[in-house]
């Protein structure tokens, strides 16, 4: 509110890198997978290949998921905003070339973190069993 209230009266507010290209803007709309690449792709493209072969279990959990290779990033399913790749490796903690898969819940908090390919149903499995998805399913 107070940055508001600076941009609205003085013209000034956060720096744009502070804001640009990070997850804020998917909040409380989107869970949000992000794969982040191994050098070769096997890896990512694996895992990558595995969740999107059930998109209606994608859609039914409210998924966007990013893949990152190197400093691009490819929106591959539930959004169009494109995040930046320094700011997603800075705010989720993975270094260039290692495979890597967060999972980060509609509250913007890293829900889990996976340096291997996982079974989608075990990231449903876990989604699931967050209170947020309970209150869904029950609606």
Known sequence: ????????I??????????SGNLHDLQWEKRVIVIFSDPARL??????????ADTDALRQR????FTVDNNEVRPA????????????????GCAPGAFALVLVGKDGHVKSRYDDVVDPDVIFAEIDSMPMRQAEIHR
Do not use: N
């Open 1 to 8: 509110m107070l940055k508001s209230l600076m941009t609205e």
């Open 10 to 19: 003085f013209g000034v507010g956060p720096h744009p890198e502070e804001t």
């Open 43 to 52: 890896k990512s493209d694996a895992q990558l290949g595995a969740l999107r």
């Open 62 to 65: 409210d998924l966007a998921i």
């Open 77 to 92: 399913f539930g959004s169009d905003f494109v995040p930046q790749a320094h700011t997603l490796r800075k705010d989720l």
